[in-house]
Each structure stands twice: as C-alpha cells, then as structure tokens.
C-alpha cells in the first residue's frame, strides 16, 4: 500500500510548496522509491484552462490531454514522472461531479453535504491509481485558513484516519519573517499557522520553515515546543540560487530523512544526487552564453512561460552555455515607428511562443519576416508555427491577406479551425461557438517525420509523441504555396491531415512545431527541439 505525505502552506502564498513537493519527490526517488505527486486546487473553476495566464500562470497539459496547473509542471521537470489528469483535482470539478451524480438520483435521495460526499470524493481522488507507489505527495493550494480550502484539510484529517498510523505524514509549508528594525527572526507566525492546522484536527510532523536569514537552533527549538514537533523536523529553507539546487539544498538540511522517520523508517544509505550535482554543474560553469527573444503576449508574467523558460535553461545546459532569456511584447512592432532590426538585431536567435488571439499577431508575423530575412535562427511554437505559416503564405506566396480564422473572417485562411480530427478512441468533434473550457486539441498526439528532414535528424526518429493545446490548423490547402517559398511539411499527423511540423532547410534553424515540446523537457533530459535551437544560437552568437 502507498504511503502518503500531505503538505500544506500557511502564513502567505507563494512560499513554494510546490517546488518542496517536486524535491522532496525527487528525493525520494533518488532513494530508490516510487513516487507521484498530486495537486488539489481549492477554487471553483473546473480546471485552470479558461484562466488568464495573468491570473494563474501557464496551464500545463499532461499526455492524457489534462489541463492542468503549473506545478505540475515542476512535478514532471524533477521526478520525470508524467502527470495524468488523475493528479490534479479543483474544488470545481470535484463539485461538477458531485451535482451531476445528485441529478442522475446516484445519491438515492439522500442530502448531498461537504461532509461526508466532498471529502469522501477528495479522499478517493487522493487514493486512485496508486497501488504500483511507494509514496503519494498530496499538495493542497492555498493556504491554511482559507475558506476555500476547509474540505480538503477535513479530508486529510478523516484519510490520515482510515490509512492508519505510520501510513502517512503531515508537511507543513510556513514563513519565518526577518524583521529587519528588530535584528530577529519571528516564529509567531509559524505558531498560529500550526495551531490553525492543528484545531482542524491535522498535526504537522515535519515543518519547513521558508526564511531569509540562516534559522538559529534556538528558534529551531522554539518552533518544536510550541509546534509539537521533534526539533530535527523543523527544516530551514533558505531561498536557492536556483530551483534546480532545491533537491540538494532540502536533503542537506534532512527533509527527506526526517520525513521517512516520521513514517517510522531508518534513513540509511543517503541518495544518489549526481544528477543534481551534474545540473547544477552545467548551470554555474556555463561555457559561454547566449540571448534568445521571446516575442510573445504575456511578457510581464514570467510563470506564463513556465515550461518554455525551463526548456530554454535545459537547452543552455545541453550545450553548457548560459541562456540569456529577452521576453519582447509583440505590440512593440506593431506601430508605425517600431525600430524592430534595432530590437532583434542583438539576438542570437528567436522564438514565437504558443498563444491566443489576435492581440501581437501582426508584431510576432513581422518578427518571424525578420528572422526568415536575416537568416537568425528561428523557433515557432504553436501560435509561432501559425504565424510563420501566416507570414510565408503573405510574404513569399503573395497573398498579402492571408491570416488565421482565430481573427475573424478571412478569405485566405491559412489557419483555420477544423471540425473534427481523428483520436485514439475516434473522431473528436468542435463546434465554432462551442464552449471554451475543454474544446481543443489537447494532450499527447502522434507525428510522422519526413525521414529526410532536418527535425527528424534532431530527434534521431521518424514518429514522435508531443502534446498539444490549439483549436486552430494550419490549412493544407496552403502547402504548395508554402513549400514553393521554402517551408516545408516535414511532420504531419500520422493520417497525413494534420500539419505537425514545418521547417526552412535553406536556412540555418527555422522550426514551426503544432505542439509545446517545452512540456516535456528536463533538465536531465533536455528536449532535443530545445538543445538543437540553443545550439544554432550559440552558433549565430559566433556571427553576430
Ligand atoms: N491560438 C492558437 C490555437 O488555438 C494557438 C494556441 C497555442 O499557441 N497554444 O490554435
């Protein structure tokens, strides 16, 4: 049976619970164990892909075509294990759920109640598919205290219940603030956060405790007397150098020893670190560097390219070189008097990542022209393959009216929406004014690769598997035009319908992919799309 660890956050947001769960899974795993982290979100919305990346940064997507929160992101990046639609749970769907079973007459009557069907349906969700796992890590969103989040901190505390002692573990994420006109550390907030926890019936057995300053032992000790913890389970958590120093940082400190002696098991041998070691080798002892631009929409909010800036890191540590990440709004070369050569001039390459709507398309489509002309390496995820597809159909297949249907009518649609493709379990339909939430092409779909081509070579195989998030295709009805202008179809769906992949073989990296390969990059295993584009910018670097 799995064993399982419930972490939980007070005093504020952002403390990093996730990226704790992600190391303290990797740790784990490092010890031979089998893992896999879950997320329970306490909003309403069914699942965060009808959420501005604003609001909830990047919406990862899992191959099972889940769209899910970002942290799982951070759960795949450092155990390699991939995400399912089964690890990430919102109060939303949990209530969908629950109300379409109350309209089926499932519940025979009975009134429908948090207690016991709203836990009894997180508790289930927490303990399906588990039986091939040494050890479950269940992150709950937000922070102890919130409303929202009452039914899943009443859910652990009934399920901490049935599995019996010895069988789980109680994290608990806090702050430790540094009141700098004091000179001192404060542990007060860390005190009312645990009693919070702990009159909701849920005593925390290990508490990482998030501060800026070293933690003394005798703070240490204060926190164990007053948070009913042995004082080695108080674990400091200093701010890293890097996310990728965190797994190596939390063992140093013993969060992987003390939480397997709350589970009543000896340490032992310690872990194999060395692929950290390695990753942060390649990280602080960069050959030499390079400045990728970003052309994209969200260019305020870093975590709205989660996936995409870690890919970029990844490619830098495959070639061991140093990636300098520019992140240009795309409405900057929209207007009359935009210097565009002077802004993208300096880069050593480029990239249009995925996005919706209208707003910078023009910015991004003359962005692609630059890189085509100039002969700057060139990466279009997504929305930039559509836009490169756009801009070759415009600029070299003169039709200068050529656009994408996701802007309105148009008479050239170059990218279009489809109404139906073909899926495992067959055809998938979408309607044009259908619903936004869980409309698209999402999750893992097969590609063929023409054998000659140059991404073929770049992944050393004909067929792949990559996983998409787009309502929109380019349109075949274009691939003459296209390839007549020197881009050429070089991975299609494997019934040849679907564009996949498009490339310049007359220049030196120019890569259009219908898919976010960014998704499935680690920094252990770079995607070979990511290391084989940061290596054509360290080559144009040499140029420039
Ligand atoms: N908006 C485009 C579509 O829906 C591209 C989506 C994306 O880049 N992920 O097809």
Redesign the pocket.
């Known amino acids: 049976m799995a064993r399982f660890i419930f972490i939980t956050g007070g005093v504020v947001s952002s403390l990093g619970k996730g990226l704790m769960a992600a190391s303290l899974a990797a740790l784990l795993q490092a010890r031979g164990y089998r893992v896999r982290i879950r997320k329970f979100d306490p909003y309403l919305n069914v699942d965060p892909g009808t959420m501005s990346p604003y609001q909830h940064g990047e919406v990862y997507v899992t191959d099972d075509g889940a769209e899910t929160d970002l942290d799982l992101g951070h759960y795949e990046r450092f155990t390699g294990v991939p995400s399912r639609q089964s690890d990430n749970i919102t109060s939303g769907r949990i209530y969908q759920q629950i109300i379409a079973r109350e309209r089926r007459g499932d519940y025979l009557g009975a009134t429908v109640q948090v207690i016991p069907h709203v836990t009894d349906a997180i508790k289930e969700f927490a303990q399906a598919e588990t039986d091939d796992l040494d050890f479950v890590l269940c992150e709950i969103g937000g922070t102890v205290g919130d409303i929202e989040s009452l039914p899943f901190i009443e859910a652990i505390r009934q399920l901490r219940n049935d599995l019996g002692r010895g069988n789980s573990v109680s994290i608990h994420v806090t702050l430790v603030p540094y009141i700098a006109a004091a000179g001192e550390l404060k542990t007060k907030p860390t005190q009312h956060s645990v009693r919070e926890l702990a009159a909701l019936g849920v005593q925390p057995d290990v508490l990482v405790c998030r501060c800026e300053q070293p933690l003394p032992a005798s703070d240490r000790a204060k926190i164990a007397l007053f948070c009913n913890v042995p004082q080695a389970a108080v674990i400091p958590a200093l701010d890293a150098k890097s996310i990728y120093a965190v797994p190596e940082q939390y063992h140093a400190e013993g969060l992987d020893s003390e939480v397997l002696r709350a589970f009543g098991i000896e340490p032992g041998a310690a872990p194999r670190l060395d692929r950290w070691a390695d990753i942060m080798d390649r990280l602080q002892n960069p050959e030499g560097e390079v400045t990728i631009g970003v052309v994209g929409k969200y260019v305020g909010l870093p975590d709205a390219y989660k996936s995409l800036n870690e890919a970029l890191v990844h490619g830098g540590m495959a070639n061991r070189v140093k990636v300098n990440v520019q992140w240009i709004d795309a409405e900057l070369f929209e207007s009359e008097d935009s210097d565009i050569a002077a802004k993208l001039e300096p880069l050593h390459a480029i990239l249009v990542?995925?996005?919706?709507?209208e707003r910078g398309a023009e910015g991004k489509i003359a962005s692609v022209r630059f890189a085509r002309e100039r002969k700057v390496p060139y990466f279009g995820?997504?929305?930039?393959m559509?836009m490169a597809c756009v801009e070759g159909v415009r600029n070299l297949g003169g039709i200068p009216d050529a656009s994408?249907t996701?802007f309105g009518p148009t008479s050239e649609p170059v990218?279009g929406m489809i109404t139906e493709w073909m899926t495992a379990e067959g055809v998938q339909k979408r309607e044009a004014d259908g619903d936004l939430g869980g409309t698209?092409r999402l999750g893992a779909y097969e590609a063929k690769l023409a054998g000659n081509s140059v991404v073929a070579s770049i992944y050393q195989s004909d067929d792949i598997s990559e996983r998409?998030?787009?309502?929109?295709?380019v349109n075949t009805h274009y691939r003459d035009t296209l390839e007549k202008g020197g881009l050429v179809f070089s991975g299609m769906s494997p019934d040849g319908m679907l564009p996949e992949i498009v490339e310049r073989p007359d220049h030196p990296w120019f890569v259009g992919v219908q898919f976010?390969p960014e998704l499935k990059s680690k920094p252990f295993d770079p995607h070979p799309l990511f290391a084989s584009f940061v290596a054509a910018a360290v080559k144009q670097s040499r140029l420039v």
């Open positions: 990542p995925g996005a919706f709507g995820i997504c929305f930039g559509q994408s996701e990218v698209m998409h998030r787009h309502r929109y295709e976010h």
